[in-house]
């Protein structure tokens, strides 16, 4: 019993391109044993938000969350994924593009079962930006009875890449 134990949890720490994420340091170690064939894209990444509120054409509030997430972007099946350090998904891919660097990014909201689109470029301090405009949809469902006609939010998202560093 007791072989069989480690035995388990190795089997446990390999599944998606073989391994399984649970922690930073998962995310960690996976990038450091790859660092040869990873593309620029896959890393742990800070992620930082603006978000400007609108009345039709009429900004009444903006909120910064300079700190808002970190994130790991890996490739799978033809796409990169993105997960919070505990494993879980974090609801956006990201897909290459003709142009290096640029990649169409996808937000996927599971309330409205829809998707935002918008494109990210890297630049070449391991940074990348990227805006997109919530789905009216998701909107009034999040904003609920407080949910005024003519209302848009807008992402603003700058993320750092932060591990492993080129």
Known sequence: MKKLIPALLLL????????????EESFRQYFTTHIDSLDQIEGI????????????????DVQKFPKAARVAIIRKEGK????NLTGESYDVEFTVTDVRGVYLYRNYFPETKSYSKTSAVISKKGEMEYTY???DKYL??????????GTRVVNILK??????EK
């Open 133 to 135: 405009t919530f789905p």
């Open 80 to 83: 990169y994924e993105s997960y």
């Open 45 to 60: 990444w800070q992620v930082s938000t603006t978000q400007e509120f609108y009345r039709y054409d009429t900004l009444y």
């Open 12 to 23: 446990l720490t390999f599944s998606a391109k073989g391994q399984s994420f649970y922690s």
């Open 159 to 164: 993320w750092t890449k932060i591990f492993p």
């Open 140 to 149: 009034r469902i999040r904003f609920g009875d407080t949910y005024e006609e």
